[in-house]
Nanobody, 117 residues
Framework: QVQLVESGGGLVQPGGSLRLSCAASGSVFSFYTMGWFRQVPGKQRELVATMTSGGRTNYADSTKDRFTISRDNAKNTVYLQMNSLKPEDTAVYYC???????????WGQGTQVTVSS
C-alpha cells in the first residue's frame, strides 16, 4: 500500500511558477514509476509527466518545455516544477505511483492549481 499526499498548489498569475510536491509512504518508493496527471471538470484526466524508477522521464507535449519532474528517493518525494504557467494549465493535479508489473497503482487526493490574473 502506498499513500500519496500532494502539496504546493494555489493561485498564480500567468507566466508565474509553482512547485508541487508529493510525499509517499507505506511501500518501497524507489520501485515505483511516479507521475503527475491533471484533470479539469468535464474532461478526462491527462498525463503531465512521469519518471521511472531508473530516472527516465516522459512529458505531455503541452508541458515538456515548461515543466520538470524530479524525485528524491531518500525523501520518498516527487516534485513537479512548473514554469511559464498558462491559464490552460488550470486543473486539479494528481500524484500517481505505479508499479504495473505487479498490478499496483495509487493516486493522491489532488491539489488545485489556478492560473489567472
Amino acid at each position: 500500500q502506498v499513500q500519496l499526499v500532494e502539496s504546493g498548489g494555489g493561485l498564480v498569475q500567468p507566466g508565474g511558477s509553482l512547485r508541487l510536491s508529493c510525499a509517499a509512504s507505506g511501500s518501497v518508493f524507489s520501485f515505483y514509476t511516479m507521475g503527475w496527471f491533471r484533470q479539469v471538470p468535464g474532461k478526462q484526466r491527462e498525463l503531465v509527466a512521469t519518471m521511472t524508477s531508473g530516472g527516465r522521464t516522459n512529458y505531455a507535449d503541452s508541458t515538456k518545455d515548461r515543466f520538470t519532474i524530479s524525485r528524491d528517493n531518500a525523501k520518498n518525494t516527487v516534485y513537479l516544477q512548473m514554469n511559464s504557467l498558462k491559464p490552460e494549465d488550470t486543473a486539479v493535479y494528481y500524484c500517481n505511483a505505479a508499479r504495473l508489473s505487479v498490478g499496483r497503482e495509487y493516486w493522491g487526493q489532488g491539489t488545485q492549481v489556478t492560473v489567472s490574473s
